[in-house]
């Protein structure tokens, strides 16, 4: 296959692309600028782009077979600090990003969308969804050490999400693990849907590591087009 991914310098991003790589696929790697990038690996092409130009994108789409979006406002990779700050100063970018994505499609509408977003939308009882509670919300922000103020970009993952769930598009959303962060490719996880996958502790947790494999096991076997997924252990 011949994938695009967009936000390819980013944690969860590098993962995908290499991921992606060695399992004998063709990937394109977006940045907002490549030019300084010098990773020359077999099989692999950088390009810059805009995410929140859907003209540009839609440039970017022929001989594509599947586009990954892991967009983030900065760069969390590099500087965390800072994508937390832009997250918090416009959350609306997130959707703003979703409709570009999908505007983009129209000119390419068998090319597959996997949006990357948050885990705050997902149910944690039957209609019961952080992102929709100042309460739930703030608790979990201080469990992950994260400025309550971030809610708002909580909120903006849920927004974008909702976008998508209007398009007729081959989108899917992915959440994942509340508890994300690198570590160990162990090669297993389980699969959810709208509420979080929990293991023996009651912990929503996954490495970015199995959550690129995911992602391109869902490139390579779609199983939720128009629909979201989640992962835990």
């Known amino acids: 296959m011949h994938i695009g991914v967009i936000g390819a310098t980013g944690t969860i991003g590098s993962r995908v692309v290499s991921?992606?790589?060695?399992?004998?696929?063709?990937?394109t790697?977006?940045?907002?600028d490549a030019s300084t990038i010098g990773d020359d690996r077999e099989n692999l092409a950088w390009a810059s782009l805009d995410v929140l130009d859907p003209d540009a994108v839609a440039a970017a789409l022929p001989g594509l077979d599947v586009l990954i979006s892991g967009f983030q406002p900065g760069n969390a990779a590099k500087d965390f600090a800072d994508t937390v700050e832009r997250s918090i100063a416009d959350p609306t970018r997130y959707a703003t990003a979703a409709r570009?994505?999908?505007k983009a499609l129209e000119s390419r509408p068998r090319v597959r969308l996997i949006v990357i977003g948050g885990?705050?939308?997902?149910?944690?009882?039957p209609g019961v969804v952080r992102a929709d509670s100042d309460e739930l919300l703030h608790e979990a922000l201080d469990q992950l050490g994260l400025p309550r103020e971030y809610a708002a970009a909580v909120r903006g993952h849920r927004d974008a999400l909702n976008v998508l769930r209007t398009s007729n598009r081959l989108w899917t959303y992915f959440s994942p693990a509340e508890?994300?962060?690198p570590g160990e490719r162990t090669g297993r996880y389980r699969l959810g849907g709208d509420q979080?996958?929990?293991?023996a502790a009651g912990r929503s947790r996954i490495s970015v590591e199995d959550a690129a494999m995911a992602l391109?096991?869902?490139a390579e076997l779609p199983r939720f087009v128009q629909r979201r997924f989640t992962i835990g252990y």
Request: charged share 30%; net charge negative.
């Open 19 to 27: 991921e992606a790589l060695d399992r004998g696929h063709r990937v």
């Open 29 to 32: 790697a977006f940045s907002r």
């Open 100 to 102: 570009s994505l999908l």
């Open 119 to 125: 885990a705050g939308s997902l149910e944690i009882a």
């Open 179 to 181: 508890e994300i962060a």
């Open 196 to 199: 979080p996958v929990l293991d």
């Open 216 to 218: 391109v096991d869902e």
